[in-house]
């Protein structure tokens, strides 16, 4: 790998860790969320105008990770409201590859590196749970587990759609378009007609979290052209250090030696899980 195409993967991953950080960093996780993927939705539609439109085949692909993306954007802000950022952004980012794993182990047998890397997962999550010095809440853990249920799931069908699509950037910019329109309708509700008014007052949340998330996925598909995209994928899991680094220097976050040997873990196994 060249060493600009590691810096960009480096960045992206710094990029993935901040934004979320944004959200845990802001009372109302939910406004924030919300605040973030308007901020993509806008920038997605300010790419399409460059952009052809992605290619038939790819459609039902696009909607079925829409549906996905509006359930990961309101999991993430109840995921952020019950659990710190250095417990659940390493059970997140790092259980997802396991579980993608664990789906396709009945079309092909799991090997030996995979079981390791599932082994390294677990027993960092294991650290993650019991070593943050605060008390354990199962319901942080469930949400954290299903948020990366849905990223699993949302990663399969992107794998499928993109190849469908005749141009990533089109599809990607498409996603986060229809992503940050849908989500509004799902919260109507719990936003209560409050969200002009927060992007009002912090449009730096909005613009910085859209560039963010958008670069990021932006950068990691660049990058997969230049170098092999096991290896770009690796690499991209340090964001799971980068997460576990920005909760306790800039959140204060109670981090101790097990949190961050759990995350760790985590980060090698999905990496190796990645390069498996």
């Not at 790819?58 to 309101?74: E, M």
């Amino acid at each position: 790998m060249a060493p600009a195409v590691l810096a960009a993967v480096l960045c992206a991953a710094l990029l993935h860790a901040s934004w979320n950080a944004a959200i845990k960093a802001e009372p109302d996780k939910l406004l924030a969320s919300m605040a973030v993927s308007t901020g993509a939705a806008v920038l997605g539609a300010a790419a399409l105008l460059a952009l052809p439109l992605p290619a038939p085949a790819s459609w039902p692909f696009i909607l079925a990770s829409t549906a996905l993306h509006v359930a990961y954007y309101l999991l993430l802000s109840h995921t952020y409201g019950q659990a710190d950022i250095s417990l659940a952004y390493p059970l997140m980012r790092g259980s997802a590859p396991v579980l993608v794993a664990l789906a396709s182990a009945w079309v092909e047998p799991l090997h030996p590196a995979q079981g390791l890397a599932i082994g390294l997962v677990c027993a960092g999550a294991l650290a993650a749970c019991f070593g943050g010095g605060a008390r354990l809440s199962r319901r942080a853990i469930a949400l954290a587990l299903l948020t990366a249920l849905v990223i699993a799931a949302y990663t399969l069908v992107d794998g499928l759609g993109v190849r469908r699509s005749a141009s990533p950037a089109s599809y990607t910019a498409t996603l986060f378009l229809l992503s940050g329109v849908a989500v509004l309708p799902a919260c109507r509700r719990q936003l209560g007609g409050r969200l002009p008014g927060f992007l009002a007052a912090r449009p730096q949340l909005a613009l910085l979290g859209g560039l963010a998330t958008g670069g990021s996925y932006a950068i990691v598909l660049w990058a997969m052209t230049l170098a092999p995209v096991a290896v770009v994928a690796a690499l991209r899991e340090t964001s799971i250090v980068f997460a576990v680094a920005i909760a306790a220097w800039v959140l204060r976050e109670r981090v101790g030696r097990m949190r961050v040997l759990g995350a760790l873990l985590i980060a090698g196994g999905a990496a190796t899980l990645r390069l498996a």
